[in-house]
């Protein structure tokens, strides 16, 4: 009897021994002060490090407070990340380049817990993309050809379109397709924007390889052109985009006189001129990136993932500018070397658009 009480007590002492080493380990977290610092910043404090106003931020979780799935009951365990946290801790990642780790160390959370917050506003951002990225009623394009012809001349002016390139990390099998001209590993965004670098149309997803004017050929505003007429977008023949000399001239899309060595004054004038309304949207790319630090290099080999965190991104954009909060950043004058391509336009769409790019040349009186 004796003997089976050793053993058990062996047993126990084994178990209790095992127990401690298999026990899982607590990772260290700071003191859970981060609530208070965040208080306790000032507002330029404030704006710098989540990129936006305490004022445009109460506005966000106002905005996202409309959305059911954002406020999460507590049912026991461990208390749910308030709206407030999440977007918080969505801000701080975006608006930074540190890895996801890093951001949770801050917010006295494990990276598991950024991440699912992370996904979660994000595509929340996303949804509500068809809401802050619009494309401009009738009743806009007066306002905005207004305004982009008293800071350029160049008149019926809505919008200006460009490329832009994201760096990301593509999967194995995927490099050759996310490869770009600069040999760097890229997804391709179309996007439009006003003078006021206020993003009216987006497609984001496009593999780097692809051209401007192949993601142009396959972007919403000119299949819905090509099947449902210019009017139905652009609602006057006097209302175009501009472009750069990637794109194809058409009625409502212009673009610099090709220069082959042997342009007039008139036409060299007319590229200048062109060229100056249009920085718009390179700004626009520019302030992008510069505010969302995130977008220089998006670490993830999930495609789809990427291309939401630029959409994102975008949103946020477009959210800042909408409620009059910018911010100081250095935009880099991006050089573009814009490839010969062919275009799948028919002879009388480039007519229409050399007609209508002299009657501009004659009405700019240069």
Same mark, same amino acid.
């Given at each position: 009897?004796? !003997? ?10 084994? @178990? ?44 966000? *979780? ?9 406020? %999460? ?24 380049? =540190?890895?996801?780790?890093?951001? =949770? ?30 494309? /401009?009623?009738?009743?806009?394009? *007066? $306002? ?12 019926? *002016? ?6 832009? !390139?994201?760096?990301?990390?593509? /999967? ?6 996310? #490869? ?13 924007? #006003? ?12 593999? =780097?390889?692809?051209?401007?004017? @192949? ?9 819905? %052109?090509? $099947?449902? =007429? ?48 249009? %920085? ?12 969302? @630090? ?6 993830? #080999? ?8 630029? +959409? ?14 910018? +911010?100081?950043?250095? *935009? ?6 814009? $490839? ?27």
């Amino acid at each position: 009897m004796l !003997h089976q009480n050793i053993i058990k007590n062996n047993v126990k002492k084994r @178990r209790k021994l095992i127990s401690t080493f298999l026990k899982r380990q607590q990772h260290y977290r700071i003191n859970n002060t981060v609530d208070k610092w965040i208080e306790a910043y000032i507002d330029n404090d404030f704006h710098g490090h989540f990129r936006m106003t305490r004022s445009t931020f109460t506005k966000l *979780v106002s905005m996202f407070r409309q959305d059911a799935q954002m406020d %999460v009951s507590y049912t026991g365990g461990h208390e749910p990340l308030s709206i407030e946290k999440k977007l918080l801790i969505t801000l701080w990642y975006l608006a930074k380049e =540190g890895a996801m780790f890093t951001t =949770g160390e801050f917010f006295n959370i494990a990276k598991s817990t950024v991440k699912k917050a992370v996904d979660l506003v994000v595509n929340q951002l996303c949804k509500f993309s068809s809401k802050i990225i619009v494309w /401009p009623k009738k009743s806009d394009c *007066v $306002e905005i050809a207004k305004v982009f012809h008293e800071k350029s001349k160049f008149p019926g *002016v809505i919008g200006a379109i460009d490329g832009c !390139h994201f760096t990301v990390k593509p /999967p194995a099998d995927q490099q050759d397709s996310y #490869t770009d001209r600069k040999l760097n590993k890229s997804i391709l965004m179309q996007g439009i924007c #006003t003078s006021n670098k206020i993003f009216t149309n987006v497609n984001v997803g496009f593999p =780097g390889r692809l051209h401007d004017a @192949r993601v142009f050929v396959n972007s919403q505003v000119s299949i819905k %052109v090509d $099947e449902e =007429g210019q009017e139905e977008l652009f609602y006057s023949y006097k209302y175009h985009l501009l472009g750069d000399s990637a794109y194809l001239n058409l009625s409502w899309l212009i673009v610099p006189f090709k220069d082959y060595g042997n342009l007039n004054s008139r036409q060299r004038q007319f590229n200048y001129t062109l060229s100056k309304a249009r %920085v718009c949207i390179e700004h626009a790319f520019g302030l992008l990136k510069g505010r969302w @630090r995130r977008l220089l290099y998006i670490n993830t #080999t999930n495609m789809k993932k990427a291309s939401k965190i630029i +959409l994102a991104c975008c949103v946020l954009h477009n959210f800042c500018l909408l409620n009059d909060d910018y +911010l100081d950043v250095v *935009v880099e004058n991006i050089l573009k070397v814009n $490839e010969s391509q062919e275009h799948t336009r028919n002879r009388f769409e480039i007519l229409t658009g050399d007609v209508k790019r002299n009657e501009i040349l004659r009405l700019l009186n240069i």
